[in-house]
């Protein structure tokens, strides 16, 4: 079993910055991939980063690419985004899962934070 819970989410402008933090107890994370999701409200679960087990590979969805960065301390046991240039098309709840398998859908993923509301005013 893992455990998950996220950290960093909150108020900011337009063009600003956040920093979300996930942190695991019960594994290590270093054996899994970990990834970042979000869900606005009456919209569905969406991919958001992902990052292989030591962080060699990352991904992104398009949305998210160049603003965005993913990376992860194995030794903290902890999974970060940093969030640029934030849009209020960015507001949502923000969660953290792991993967052992596949990383693009939520379906790939076995523990679930609870999620942290990050919220982009214009």
């Known amino acids: 079993q893992v455990q998950l819970v996220e950290s960093g989410g909150g108020l900011v402008q337009a063009g600003g910055s956040l920093r979300l933090s996930c942190a695991a107890s019960?594994?290590?994370?270093?054996?899994?991939?970990m990834g970042w999701f979000r869900q606005a409200p009456g919209k569905e679960r969406e991919f958001v980063a992902h990052?292989?087990?030591?962080?060699?590979?990352?991904n992104y969805a398009d949305s998210v690419k160049g603003r965005f960065t993913i990376s992860r301390d194995n030794a903290k046991n902890t999974v970060y985004l940093q969030m640029n240039s934030l849009k209020p098309e960015d507001t949502a709840v923000y969660y953290c899962a792991a993967a052992r398998g596949g990383w693009r859908m939520p379906t790939d993923y076995n523990y679930w934070g609870q999620g942290t509301q990050v919220t982009v005013s214009s």
């Open positions: 990052i292989s087990w030591i962080g060699i590979n990352t």
């Open positions: 019960g594994r290590t994370l270093g054996e899994y991939h």
